[in-house]
C-alpha cells in the first residue's frame, strides 16, 4: 500500500511557476513509476508527465513542466514554469508498479488527494 500527499499548488499569474510535491509513503518507492495527472472542472482527468527510468510528458506540457524524484525522500516533483491559465486544475499524483503503460488513469493503482493550480491571466 502507498500512501501519495500532495503540495505545492496555489494561485499563481500567468507566465509565472510552481512546484508541486508529492510525498509518498513505504519503502519501495524507487521500484514505482510515478505520475502527475490533472482534471479542470467539467474535464476528464489528463495525463501531464510521468517517470520511470525516463521522463514522459503530454505535448501541451513539453518544454514547460518537468518531472523529477528523490527516492532518498521519497518524492516527486512537477516544476511548471510559464504556466498558462489553461494549466489550472487539480493536479494528482499516482504511483504504478506497471513502468510500461503510464499514460492513462487506469495504469495507477494509488492516488493522492489532489493539489489546486489556479492561473490568472
Known amino acids: 500500500q502507498v500512501q501519495l500527499v500532495e503540495s505545492g499548488g496555489g494561485l499563481v499569474q500567468a507566465g509565472g511557476s510552481l512546484r508541486l510535491s508529492c510525498a509518498a509513503s513505504?519503502?519501495?518507492?524507487?521500484?514505482?513509476?510515478m505520475g502527475w495527472f490533472r482534471q479542470a472542472p467539467g474535464k476528464e482527468r489528463e495525463f501531464v508527465a510521468a517517470?520511470?527510468?525516463?521522463?514522459y510528458y503530454a505535448d501541451s506540457v513539453k518544454g514547460r513542466f518537468t518531472i523529477s524524484r528523490d527516492n532518498a525522500k521519497n518524492t516527486v516533483y512537477l516544476q511548471m514554469n510559464s504556466l498558462k491559465p489553461e494549466d489550472t486544475a487539480v493536479y494528482y499524483c499516482?504511483?504504478?508498479?506497471?513502468?510500461?503503460?503510464?499514460?492513462?488513469?487506469?495504469?495507477?493503482?494509488?492516488w493522492g488527494q489532489g493539489t489546486q493550480v489556479t492561473v490568472s491571466s
Open positions: 517517470i520511470t527510468w525516463s521522463t
Open positions: 513505504g519503502r519501495t518507492f524507487s521500484r514505482y513509476a
Open positions: 499516482a504511483a504504478t508498479y506497471n513502468i510500461v503503460r503510464i499514460s492513462t488513469t487506469d495504469d495507477y493503482d494509488y
